[in-house]
């Protein structure tokens, strides 16, 4: 009888491990893997596997997310983990990565000079205050990444600000984006020959020390340049992204036409127009000024394309604050700050991929967009104001004395205005039917009356782009940076994801739309309960053990008795 039970037991070891093995072996040579989560959180695209398993070299990844970390934060260094581990299924030996604390530094100096250096890089630092004992102390975090290939390096940004948003929600936004934000990263570094951006000079754009920032950031990802037209036909032909940045002088009718012809061809561009004169620096010396329309002559080929840009300024109760005087302590002046409803500050309500998720937009003296009927262009509406504005017309006088008052809340009763649209499709010529037959003809210049399907996107708004600037030190401050309140709008995020979704050809920005779920306790409910869920959590998992072993016992003692 025991030799029979013996044999048994040896016979089913040895087919369990037969069994092990040919699973094993089978799956060196098959490949699944299962998401149950309901938003299939875990499934990778079919575009970020495809860019993984064509890697032609190791993307090496280092995680400044990572040591005793605050719950939310620890959320998101998990689920990065989690994230690369799964790239790394597909990319193979193609992708490494390493999670790095750079607080663990005993030597302060030397923490000191990694802190600089992650900054440099482009890490933003993110202080956070902690109750212990002792009082209160700060903690630096660099909640990002550093990714390398070859001789090339590009910083990651794990966290997304979000204005208004709590921290839960913005570590779940941060979540729900690590898919595109990594792969869209391993894209730019690894791409061979990404897509060339120019910036437009010449017709009174804004200056180079006021675009610095936007330069700096887009050229990490792209090669980029300033560019000049002056009427030589092939001055954009080495680009296929142009900027137009706040122009204040008239474009003539051949830039007019170089422009077209470059958009005919596929090229993409993305506007920044102010078509009001209008600048805080006039309003330095004297408490208003008389806002008047630009003449860009750039009416007749927007409208073509589908949109008309108004002569006119847009006033918002939801808007940026501003410092004024208002009064003396002594003799020292005392300021306020206080919101300037001309300063637009725009919240993304839109699920496109541009916009969703952004942290708010600080506008300043934008205008108003209207759409145009127009065949085979699809218009989709990016930005709006908020629901408490109003527009006036040119010519407007801007009055500082306008804070001194509560305003008269009937007044912006509006409807949300159109601040930035995208235009997608195969765009006619603005010069169609325009132009003599020897110049329609000529197989120099190859005239085109239909484009190539491309995508332009209009913002009414040249300051978007702006980045402070102080002369006398020649300091730049980061795009979006407020300097009187230290609030980072979300104008550079904006702006490379406009980039970004003008040059990708891919379809990565989809990936931005992906949305998890926040599951977070009710806890009006939670709280009052608190003590028993804690006492059932660790209590009734161990009952239930030794229940289980001791009816496990009795039905054994009951067998062999």
Request: aromatic share 10%; proline share 5%.
């Amino acid at each position: 009888m025991k030799k029979k039970i013996r044999s048994a037991n040896l016979y089913q070891f040895l087919l369990l491990l037969l069994v092990i093995v040919g699973l094993n072996t089978l799956g060196k040579f098959l490949f699944w893997r299962f998401d149950l989560t309901s938003e299939k959180r875990f499934t990778l695209s079919s575009t970020t596997k495809e860019k993984l398993k064509n890697l032609q070299d190791v993307v090496y990844i280092k995680v400044y997310l990572t040591g005793d970390l605050p719950a939310g934060f620890q959320r998101l260094s998990s689920a990065t983990r989690d994230m690369l581990m799964e790239m790394k299924s597909y990319a193979g030996q193609n992708l490494e990565f390493d999670f790095i604390d750079p607080s663990a530094l005993a030597d302060s100096k030397q923490r000191n000079e990694l802190y600089n250096q992650l900054a440099d890089k482009g890490l933003q630092p993110t202080n956070i205050s902690e109750r212990n004992a002792e009082g209160t102390s700060e903690r630096i975090l660099f909640p990002g990444a550093i990714l390398n290939y070859l001789s090339k390096e590009q910083p990651l940004l794990l966290l997304k600000d979000r204005m208004g948003a709590s921290a839960e929600e913005m570590v779940n936004t941060s979540i729900q984006n690590l898919e595109y934000e990594i792969i869209n990263a391993i894209s730019k570094i690894s791409t061979r020959k990404p897509a060339t951006i120019g910036i437009l000079h010449g017709q009174g754009e804004l200056d180079k020390p006021y675009l610095a920032d936007f330069y700096k950031s887009v050229s990490a990802s792209y090669p980029t340049h300033y560019v000049q037209i002056k009427n030589q036909l092939n001055a954009l032909k080495d680009y296929d992204c142009l900027v137009i940045a706040k122009p204040d002088s008239a474009f003539d009718e051949k830039d007019k036409f170089i422009i077209d012809q470059f958009i005919m061809r596929g090229g993409k561009v993305l506007w920044l127009l102010d078509m009001m004169s209008a600048d805080m620096d006039s309003l330095a010396r004297k408490n208003e000024f008389i806002a008047i329309p630009k003449e860009l002559n750039l009416d007749d080929m927007l409208f073509r394309y589908g949109v008309r840009l108004n002569k006119d300024l847009v006033m918002d109760l939801q808007s940026v604050p501003i410092p004024i005087l208002t009064g003396y302590v002594g003799n020292r002046p005392q300021n306020s700050l206080l919101p300037w409803f001309y300063y637009p500050l725009v919240t993304p309500t839109s699920k496109h991929p541009i916009v969703n998720n952004l942290n708010a937009i600080r506008f300043a003296f934008a205008g108003s967009i209207d759409t145009i009927v127009s065949a085979h262009i699809n218009k989709t509406i990016l930005l709006q104001s908020s629901r408490y504005c109003k527009t006036v017309q040119s010519p407007v006088v801007v009055d500082l004395n306008i804070l001194r008052k509560e305003p008269d809340e009937k007044e912006y009763r509006n409807p949300p205005v159109n601040l930035a649209i995208l235009l997608e499709g195969s765009f006619r010529s603005n010069f169609a039917n325009r132009i003599p037959y020897q110049i329609a003809t000529d197989s120099t210049i190859g005239f085109k009356a239909e484009g190539k399907p491309t995508s332009m996107i209009v913002i009414s708004d040249g300051d978007v782009i702006r980045n402070d600037y102080k002369r006398s030190s020649n300091t730049v401050y980061p795009l979006g940076l407020d300097r009187y309140t230290g609030q980072f709008y979300g104008n550079k995020n904006l702006l490379l994801n406009c980039i970004d979704y003008l040059c990708d050809n891919s379809g990565l920005m989809t990936l931005r739309a992906k949305e998890f779920k926040l599951r977070l306790l009710d806890k009006t409910r939670f709280n009052p309960d608190k003590k028993m869920l804690q006492i059932v959590n660790v209590a009734l998992p161990v009952l239930l053990i030794i229940l289980f072993a001791m009816i496990k016992l009795l039905m054994r003692k009951k067998k062999f008795s």
